[in-house]
């Protein structure tokens, strides 16, 4: 029922920057968190970033913080991913994520029963 559907990947020099999209579509949709979640080949998939959209308030994985920015827009919906001086480190197949409902947490896989497709990142050095 729920589809979210990526786009904005690519790639680009480290201290560069890129902006990920996101849009949810359905018919009857509501999300309390919206998150970006990143997979790198041979690791485990790892949180990013979230939103709760109630409120906007947002949550970032220490790796990211101060360089990454999680938005959103009520329209259509969508969220957004702005990430700046990026590292190499940062390569990976970005995922969005979308929970219709709160347990106590955000920032697990197991948290969102939603996922995008995925769209691959990739920084250079």
């Known amino acids: 029922q729920v589809q979210l559907v990526e786009s904005g990947g690519g790639l680009v020099q480290a201290g560069g920057s890129l902006r990920l999209s996101c849009t949810a579509s359905a018919s009857t949709f509501s999300s309390n968190f919206m998150a970006w979640f990143r997979q790198a080949p041979g690791k485990d998939r790892e949180y990013v970033a979230a939103?709760?959209?109630?409120?906007?308030?947002?949550y970032y994985a220490d790796s990211v913080k101060g360089r990454f920015t999680i938005s959103r827009d009520n329209a259509k919906p969508t969220v957004y991913l702005q990430m700046n001086r990026l590292k190499p480190e940062d390569t990976a197949v970005y995922y969005c994520?979308?929970?219709?409902?709160?347990?106590?947490?955000?920032?697990?896989?197991?948290?969102?029963?939603?996922w995008g497709q995925g769209t691959q990142v990739t920084v250079s050095s």
């Open positions: 994520a979308a929970t219709s409902w709160y347990r106590g947490s955000y920032d697990r896989t197991s948290d969102y029963s939603y």
């Open positions: 939103i709760r959209w109630s409120n906007a308030n947002t």
